[in-house]
C-alpha cells in the first residue's frame, strides 16, 4: 500500500498487475511535514481475505479475487498495528487496547 493505493506486484514479470485508490481520504501530499515510513499493514487471514489497517483509521477486508472492500471499522482512535497470532487469529491495536477479530 501506498498512501491509499492498493498494489499487487508480480514478481514473475517484474510488473504491478494491480493498482487501485481504495482509501482516497488518505493522502498526505507534497507539503507533508515529515516522512510516512509505515503506515498501513497486511496480513492474509485464514478465511484468505487480506486484512488490513490504514492512516491509524481503518480496519479493513479486501476480497481476495474481486479487490472488493469492506471497512470494518473507521474511527479516530490509532490502529497502529495488525497482527496474527500462531493460531491465525487476528488482533489490532487501538490506542492502548488490542482487540481480538472474529471471523
Known sequence: M???????YNPSTGTFVYSSNLFPTVNYGP???SAIVLDASLVT???NYVYGVIKG???FKIHPTTKAVTTIESTANS?????E???RNLYYISTT???R???
Open 31 to 33: 507539503t507533508a511535514s
Open 101 to 103: 477479530y472474529a471471523y
Open 45 to 47: 487471514g485464514k478465511d
Open 79 to 83: 490502529k497502529v498495528r495488525l497482527i
Open 2 to 8: 501506498a498512501e491509499g493505493y492498493l498494489l499487487i
Open 85 to 87: 497470532d500462531e493460531f
Open 57 to 59: 483509521t481503518y480496519f
Open 97 to 99: 487496547d488490542i482487540f
